[in-house]
């Protein structure tokens, strides 16, 4: 009976260890990587450091997607829409760059846009997106990308 009772309270002062250890964030081989149990991931200097977006310039990069994934538009096409969504001129700003978009790509895909509902000449689809915000290098990309 002995017996019995101190392997319940080794066992017991096991899990309790065990459990304050989880819940303190003590290290020990559990927090290492590929280790069966509880791993506590080190803060990322680089992630710290980073400056973490406002919630505007959240908002404002997150609709930004939202219409590039629905359709084409020139950077200042984008700052544009999302001014008149509401957002101010510096989270529309941030937003257009924040996206990382491949503006010569937008200007292939308006080109293709306008192609797929009207009849351009090179020159007429130029002006066109050059009329939508696209750069002339970035027009002439996107009207040889069509094939005009």
């Not at 020139?74 to 700052?79: A, E, I, P, Q």
């Not at 009207?118 to 002439?140: D, H, M, N, P, V």
């Amino acid at each position: 009976m002995k017996k019995f009772l101190l392997a319940i309270i080794v066992l017991s002062v096991l899990f309790i260890g065990g459990c304050f250890a989880l819940f303190a964030g003590a290290t020990s081989e559990l927090d290492t990587p590929g280790t069966v149990g509880v791993h506590t991931p080190k803060a990322d200097a680089s992630k710290a450091d980073a400056p973490k977006e406002t919630a505007g310039q959240s908002n404002a990069r997150q609709s930004a997607e939202d219409y590039l994934d629905y359709a084409a538009f020139s950077k200042s096409s984008l700052v544009k829409q999302l001014k008149y969504e509401g957002f101010d001129t510096v989270d529309a700003k941030y937003a257009a760059r924040a996206v990382d978009a491949d503006w010569n790509e937008q200007a292939a895909r308006a080109a293709q846009e306008y192609l797929d509902y009207s009849s351009f000449s090179r020159s007429g689809l130029i002006e066109q997106l050059r009329y939508e915000g696209y750069t002339l290098k970035q027009a002439t990309y996107g009207v040889d990308k069509v094939g005009l």
